[in-house]
């Protein structure tokens, strides 16, 4: 898949900004690395605190970000691969990473679609875990690991997914609903 001078200008925007700011560069490492975890950590407490209630949302979240990251996104890589940015280009990188295909990006495809199943559950919690979403996407074309494309092509795959998967469930549960009567 071809480098757009789109990507090299954003990127080259984004990613220059590594090594002015120490704590700048210690946000993005923060974001781009951790704060997958500090959300998934706050959906599992939020199980905790009212199992009985939550179990079935949290896993159509899960499953939802599952089939997104794990079943679509690699499809898309296998047909278009795409070299990460620190393969063949002068970049900041601050992480280490795989040589792995880059496109789309597979944690702008999970958070998103994270996200956005817990948007179309409970608007208020989705838009928080949407930002957070965004941030960490960001954050991974600062590191020097994604294009900006890497990140749109996650955000469309997430997106759709979680619709997708809400579609389907709304259908699967009409269908018990109809069967039942």
């Known amino acids: 898949m071809p480098i757009f001078a789109f990507d090299k200008t954003i990127f080259g925007l984004i990613n220059g900004l590594t090594g002015n700011w120490p704590a700048l560069d210690f946000l993005g490492i923060f974001l781009a690395e951790y704060l997958p975890y500090v959300?998934?950590?706050?959906?599992?407490?939020?199980?905790?605190?009212?199992?009985?209630?939550?179990?079935?949302?949290?896993?159509?979240?899960?499953l939802t970000a599952i089939f997104s990251r794990f079943v679509v996104t690699e499809i898309?890589?296998?047909?278009?691969?795409?070299?990460?940015?620190?393969?063949?280009?002068?970049?900041?990188?601050?992480i280490s990473h795989s040589a792995s295909n880059s496109f789309p990006s597979g944690h702008a495809a999970f958070y998103f679609a994270l996200g956005m199943a817990i948007y179309l559950y409970n608007k208020k919690a989705g838009l928080v875990f949407l930002f957070a979403?965004?941030?960490?996407?960001?954050?991974?074309?600062?590191?020097?690991?994604?294009?900006p494309?890497?990140?749109?092509?996650?955000?469309?795959?997430?997106?759709?997914?979680?619709?997708?998967?809400?579609?389907?469930k709304q259908k699967i549960?009409?269908?018990?609903e109809d069967i039942g009567k």
């Not at 070299?83 to 280009?89: A, G, L, Q």
């Not at 979403?133 to 294009?147: D, E, F, K, N, P």
């Not at 549960?173 to 018990?176: D, G």
């Open 149 to 168: 494309t890497d990140i749109i092509g996650g955000v469309v795959v997430g997106i759709a997914s979680a619709y997708a998967i809400d579609f389907l």
């Open 39 to 62: 959300l998934t950590a706050i959906l599992t407490a939020w199980l905790v605190i009212d199992w009985k209630k939550h179990l079935k949302p949290l896993a159509t979240f899960y």
């Open 133 to 147: 979403a965004l941030l960490t996407s960001i954050a991974r074309v600062y590191v020097g690991v994604h294009w």
């Open 173 to 176: 549960v009409k269908r018990f």
């Open 76 to 94: 898309i890589r296998y047909f278009l691969p795409r070299s990460r940015p620190f393969i063949d280009n002068e970049v900041n990188l601050l």
